[in-house]
């Protein structure tokens, strides 16, 4: 069922978008299924559980960090993640950077804009990372890549469209402004139930999760 959805997935997605399999909440065995597909980048969103996979899964997997990081598990974290997408606070942009310039390293960050109705998620302000941005060769221990955004929960296609507008335009406007951030280009919009909307928005970056592996059993 897995190889089943990944390519169903696949053959509806410009080849230029890169496919991230969320793989939270579900087993090395079924991660194997989707390994063995051809699937290489998943996406984890618990420090915990990416350091267990890790280690229990083959070597070329490109692990991408999406969930919310507590400063006090970066080392969980940071050896492992070739991109961290969440990166939703100053205080832990700044945690990662020093970890980064700790360790002599550049690590490859997405700034969270916050877009959805939901009061509870995580992210920036539109103002927030325009200041970021301004101050972006400052930050020696990150990478600023893009942006990423969660369109609101909600079946209200026009809503969805309202906030992957807003991301988009912005992204668009930042990188206009920003030309010398030349890494600043990926935009990682859409979820199992709103990807196919998000490629009408520029969508460089997919993060599916149930539309691969099927619900996830605990949340
Ligand atoms: C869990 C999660 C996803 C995947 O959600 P699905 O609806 O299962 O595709 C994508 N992005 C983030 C940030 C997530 O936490």
Redesign the pocket.
């Known amino acids: 069922m897995i190889a089943e959805n990944l390519q169903s997935i696949k053959e509806q997605l410009p080849s230029e978008v890169n496919l991230?399999a969320?793989s939270?909440f579900h087993s090395v065995e079924e991660i194997m299924e989707a390994y063995n597909a051809g699937q290489r980048v998943f996406?984890e969103?618990r420090p915990q559980e990416l350091a267990k996979k890790v280690s229990a899964l083959p070597q070329d997997i490109e692990w991408h960090f999406?969930?919310h990081l507590q400063t006090n598990k970066l080392k969980m974290v940071l050896p492992y993640a070739s991109l961290v997408?969440?990166v939703d606070s100053l205080h832990l942009l700044e945690a990662v950077n020093a970890w980064g310039v700790a360790n002599s390293k550049r690590i490859d960050i997405l700034l969270e804009l916050h877009i959805g109705a939901e009061q509870t998620k995580q992210g920036f302000t539109e103002e927030e990372i325009l200041d970021l941005c301004f101050r972006a060769s400052s930050f020696k221990g990150v990478r600023f890549c893009g942006l990423?955004g969660?369109a609101t929960n909600t079946d209200n296609e026009e809503d969805i469209r309202a906030d992957f507008t807003r991301i988009s335009d912005y992204m668009a406007y930042l990188k206009d402004l920003f030309p010398e951030m030349e890494a600043f280009k990926e935009l990682s919009i859409g979820?199992?139930?709103d990807?196919q909307i998000a490629l009408d928005y520029g969508a460089t970056m997919v993060?599916?999760?149930?539309?691969?592996?099927g619900p996830?059993v605990s949340a």
């Open positions: 991230v969320v939270k996406g969103s999406i969930g997408q969440s990423m969660m979820m199992s139930g990807w993060r599916i999760g149930t539309a691969i592996f996830r």
